[in-house]
């Protein structure tokens, strides 16, 4: 690989046999391989390499400035996300267990990256809790809220923290939740205010939000009231909400 087409390839430790994989899957999305899971401003497949189904994202090539910017001086959002993986699940937040990332870069200029996981076993999205009736809602609604407070007390704040970004399933041992894409994610204190706005994006009818607030509160040691008036609060001033629903 010449200076003028360069690779960077990381893996998690364990993972070194799944090298040649990474390392050809630009030539396996070119030929369409796997099964679509979305395709917007970046594309996610499901492929199945040696008996592993395994999730990839494939992040959009930049704009020429972000180019030269992700080149020289910004890590890429594959290489974020891998990061932000670990940091996850080193204080025990779930997400989809990472297998590594690739970048491409031409010359200086960067190119295109990939970040893959091992695909997650959760079925559901939070979107599903308005299309499906769930008998344990409150207990994926207690379980987010656990969950958001772990994030928060260590400092992370996900920056895309909407509907489809949380994934969830009942196992016998409770629920279980995995947050994905990761790639946005600040790093920092966060007081009750910026904690709770940070759950903004959240569809919740009333019920939903006092439940929320309620466990949130409870692992931050903060007053569930006033965790319940500042959600609906923050919630009420995104684009799109429906008044008296969610």
């Known amino acids: 690989m010449s200076f003028f087409n360069h690779q ?7 993972c070194e046999s ?15 391989e796997g099964t679509i899971i979305h395709k917007g401003r970046n594309e996610l497949r499901k492929i199945t390499y040696n008996g592993n189904v395994l999730v990839v994202k494939s992040f959009r090539t930049p704009n020429i400035i972000n180019r030269w910017v992700y080149g020289v001086f910004r890590p890429s959002k594959a290489k974020r996300s891998f990061e932000h993986a670990q940091m996850l699940l080193d204080i025990g937040v779930g997400t989809p267990r990472p297998v590594g990332y690739l970048n491409i870069r031409k010359g200086l200029m960067f190119d295109r990256s990939y970040y893959v996981t091992y695909a997650s076993d959760c079925p559901y999205t939070y979107e599903e809790l308005f299309k499906h009736k769930f008998e344990y809602e409150d207990d994926v609604l207690r379980a987010v809220g656990h969950v958001t407070a772990q994030l928060h007390n260590h ?10 970004n949380i994934l969830f399933t009942q196992t016998a041992e409770g629920i279980k939740i995995e947050i994905v894409d990761l790639n ?3 790093i920092g204190p966060l007081d009750m205010k910026a904690g709770c706005k940070n759950l903004e994006r959240l ?7 006092k439940v929320l607030a309620e466990a949130y509160a409870k692992e931050r040691g903060f007053d569930a009231d006033e965790c319940y008036k500042l959600m ?7 684009p799109g909400k429906i008044d008296g629903l969610y």
């Open 155 to 164: 400092g992370y704040a996900h920056k895309d923290y909407g509907r489809g």
């Open 203 to 209: 569809p919740a009818t009333p019920h939903m939000h």
């Open 18 to 32: 799944f090298r040649d994989f990474m390392l050809s899957i630009p030539d396996r999305f070119e030929k369409g």
């Open 184 to 186: 946005r994610m600040d």
């Open 232 to 238: 609906v609060a923050y919630r009420s001033t995104q």
């Open 8 to 14: 960077t390839l990381v893996l998690s430790p364990g």
